[in-house]
Every structure is written in C-alpha cells, then in structure tokens.
C-alpha cells in the first residue's frame, strides 16, 4: 500500500517570506514517481511537477524548488519570497505506475 | 478551448433529481478519470478510464454512473443523490494510466445536494 503524509494543514506567511511544505510518502515499490499539484481559490489542480524514484536530483524553477530525499522518504516543497499569488493548497501524490494517491494537502496563506 | 474543461461549474440538485456531469479534454489524452474532493477529506479516485474502457471503479455507490463515449469526454451521471455527496467533482487526463504521466484537471464541478 501507498501513502502520502502531508503534516501540515496550514501555513501562513507574509508576503516576502520563504515557505517549506513537507511531504512524506510510503511505498513498497522501488520505482515509483512524486508529483507537486496547486489548487487556486478557482478550484483547478495544476500540475507543477514530476520525480522519478531513480532522480535524486533537487530541481529549482523560478521561485519553487523541490529537494528529494529517498533516504527519508521525503520530497519537500519551498516557495522562496512567496507572493499573494502563491496562496493555495498543495497536493504532494505518489503514484506505483499506476494508481496515483494524493496527500490531504496543505493550505497557504500568504499575506500583502 | 484549450486543457480540460467542465461543465457546469456549480450545480444544485435535490435528492430525486437526475443530473449529468461533462467532461471534454482538448490534450489527446487516452486516460480520463473522476475524482470527488470533499472538505477536509483527500482527494477520492472514483473512477478511471483507458481507450474509453472502464479500468477502475473505486467501490463508488451506483448512483454515480460513469459514462465515456470516446477519448476526449467522460461523463457523471448522477441519481437520488444523497446530501452527502455534496463536493467538488474533478476531472482529470492523462497519456495514459500508466501512472508515469501527470494528470491535468479541469476546473470541477460544484455540486450541492438539497
């Protein structure tokens, strides 16, 4: 079985500040693939990224950056110098190839 | 129209109404699924559909009938609903369901049910 622990609900920062989401997953499968997903106030998902089980390598763009780490079982998201704009849940999800799971999201708030 | 779109946006029903929810997606996806988002509850697969095959059903009560004449649309029917089943309703496409591929979501249905 899979699973995706998101341990924060909300976040609320000041416009400026840097953000941290925490995302742990569990998995038996030794290929697997992590994904990042927002969710405006609108209601749409966006996809924002995909990590492959066998790429370790931390990726940045633009204001976000993901730092994957199999050791903890961890793939962790940072908004830097968050904006009003970034305000929105975020989905963390693991899929095994094929049946994708979603975490219970975490709601930030960024304040003007 | 571009990505996935759904109608309606917002939809209120009483509990002996029949309703359908759309789906249309503009990618040439092959893989198109249902998800139902309630408050403070992760998002539910409800439903997955592969080259227009049903491929899962995700033990969802018969008063959700999914129905997907081709690739590009997928849709809910819905049939003495219960309150409870008041949520937003996603849908979503993919490549395929291999798992591999991100998914992209339209924009949800918001159904209330009296």
């Known amino acids: 079985a899979q699973k995706v622990t998101q341990a924060q609900t909300e976040i609320s920062v000041v416009e400026k500040e840097d953000v941290t989401l925490d995302c742990v997953y569990e998995?038996?499968?030794?290929?697997?693939?992590l994904f990042w997903y927002k969710q405006p106030p609108s209601g749409e998902l966006v996809f924002l990224i995909r990590r492959n089980s066998f790429d370790e390598q931390n990726e940045i763009s633009g204001r976000y950056s993901w730092n994957f780490q199999k050791s903890t079982s961890s793939f962790n998201f940072t908004i830097t110098a968050s904006q009003v704009v970034d305000s929105a849940v975020y989905f963390c999800a693991l899929s095994d190839g094929y049946k994708l799971s979603f975490g219970a999201g975490t709601t930030v708030t960024v304040r003007a | 129209e571009t990505g996935v779109t759904q109608t309606p946006r917002h939809l209120v029903m009483g509990m002996t109404n029949k309703k359908s929810l759309k789906c249309e997606q503009h990618l040439g996806h092959n893989a198109m699924y249902w998800y139902k988002q309630s408050a403070k509850k992760p998002l539910e697969l409800m439903f997955v559909?592969?080259?227009?095959?049903?491929?899962e059903n995700n033990s969802v009560p018969s008063r959700f009938s999914p129905e997907c004449p081709n690739s590009s649309h997928l849709f809910l029917h819905l049939h003495t609903l219960q309150p409870e089943d008041s949520a937003l309703y996603l849908c979503?496409?993919?490549?395929?369901?291999?798992?591999?591929?991100?998914?992209?979501f339209g924009p949800g249905t918001r159904l209330t049910v009296l």
């Open positions: 998995t038996r499968d030794t290929t697997y693939y």
């Open positions: 979503a496409s993919s490549q395929e369901t291999s798992g591999i591929y991100e998914q992209f």
């Open positions: 559909y592969n080259f227009k095959e049903q491929t």
